[in-house]
């Protein structure tokens, strides 16, 4: 297949000061979960994604020095000559592909507790630092000077690294953003008041940089978009036009939610390309900005409008790090698509490597040496027989299939998904869909793999079929005995009419009218989005959860705070700190978990979304029948998110007709 001409645009090089990229693709830092920790991990991940066609693939933040920690966050370092080695692979690996490498250089001033190290945290004030009872340092003239040289020292050792790009990371309330931001900021002295004098710290840090290796590196700043209303336009353009001779790169972020200020900041799409078209009118300068473009179309549309000089993308990158490769080579429907999901961020914000739900090989490129486009061909392809198609049995048939082993795919309803297929007609979930779109897609590329739809199978018919490794997906389903992590056994009063589970809730069917009661003992997304469903649907609901929040869990995929406020403004009644122990006549009994005090509220319709029973029945049923393997998967055999069922999936897939010593994770460790 060759490459439309369309998209030619985004193979141009762009010159950023004394480098060029050899094309617009471009991997802003991320989060990996991998940190100074994981060396190789990291190097490893990082080079796929060179392989696949990013023009330039950047670090996460790096620590310019030991008293800036993020821990338990994993996080990139930069303090000394050990770092240097550690990194200097990471850019060996990347140019090994023609790309550019590139750091960002962080400190976390009043963000990071420092729980590590122990040091106080430097800030331009003294106030309380994320996750502790304690504060920051506010910084005097010599912390200030000495910021500056532990700044230039990490900017040094970059290049050392031979890093190309070179950041002063200026955006998402962290060291330099805090000297910036008027609120925060409230010295009296040179470095506060006006926002000249705000912007002090950073100007000294970037003619620093400039001088000492501009001449060799690209300086790239990383700085936040505009609210929409656009306040503070002129100020901010009059320093950036101040700044743009020391920059070669602006990179443009939109603000996180920054739950220590207790504020969350949403930019509209319009309101964020009016402000780069501004940045880059007023620069002159190259710009990039991050976006989980969800198709070649959008990415080629951001370039030829002029609003991006470089398609920036974190997600996208991890979802398909052959994703340039695949536009170069015209195979668009091999594009392997972000869902959304944000799993990639919880892992990072849990302090451990980052993993995909599309993609099951991030991650795991150096430790289990997979790939994400390459699967070893099986030496005897003997034929399996999979059970089930839902995200643990189609990636399984895939992988398999591109191993060149004939498969008969085997799925009892008419729709292929499982669980996917349910889950992704939710509010908000319908992206989720391409889990279950891009294997179907790939699978019916693969003449091994034959798809069986509407055939449920028991023992009989799958000894009949004469197959002999047999693999069982057959997924779970929700409970609604209550048993989860409030209640180990089952409720006796939950056995009642009232009770509806989710999967009858997915499948259509609908509660009798009046007040509904959902118990969330889950805490991931589930209740959320089958409250929203009720409630937009006419119901009456009352959400009702152990945890002093709604959907606590996803917290760490940042969608706890918007999943509780759409419920808010939808109306949805939020009871926390609070079980629902019992069924009583026409109403849910519920019970304070701190002093078990009860109380009554009416209830027409029960909705337990507390756990799920695997679907194992078969497997256990064919143990003993003589099969050459048998194998469960997914939620089959462990209920879990997306992610954990496609990794399931895959690493069965990867396992089959493989010698022990070929199937070794690697532990990676930094050697003293």
Known sequence: MTRDPRFDILFESVRLGPVTTPNRFYQVPHCTGMGYSMPATLNAMREIKAEGGWGVVNTEYCSIHPSSDDMPHPFASLWDEGDVRNLSGMTEAVHRHGALAGVELWYGGIRTSNLASRSAALAPTSMPTSYA?????????????????????????????????????????????????????????????ELANRSRLLREVVEDMRAAIGDRCAIAIRIETLNDDGHGRDERAHLLETLAPLIDLFDVTVPDYSQEMGVSRFVKEASLEADIAHIRAVTGKPVVSVGRFTSPETMLSQVRRGVLDLVGAARPSIADPFLPEKIREGRFDDIRECIGCNICYAQDSLGVAIRCTQNPTMGEEWRRGWHPEHVPAVAVPEPVLIIGAGPAGLEAAMVLGKAGVPVMLAEADRDLGGRVTLESRLPGLSEWARVRDWRVGQLEKLPHVEIFRESRMGVADILDTGIGHVMIATGASWRTDGRGHSFARPVDSFNDPRTISPDHLMRGERPARGPVVLFDDDHYYMGSVLAERLVTEGFSVTLVTPRGVVGSWGENTVEQARSQTRLLELGVEIIVNTTVCALGDGTAVLQCVYSGRQRELPCAAFVPVTSREPQDALYHDLNGKGLKTLVRMGDCKAPGIIAQAVLDGHQHARAFGRLPDELIVRRDRVII
């Open 133 to 193: 009872p304690w504060q920051s340092q506010r910084m005097d003239r010599a912390d200030i000077q000495q910021f500056r040289e532990w700044h230039l020292a990490a900017a040094r050792r970059a290049r050392q690294a031979d890093f190309d790009i070179v950041y002063a990371y200026a955006a998402h309330s962290y060291m330099l953003a805090q000297f910036l931001d008027p609120v925060i900021n409230n010295r009296t002295d040179e470095y506060g008041g």
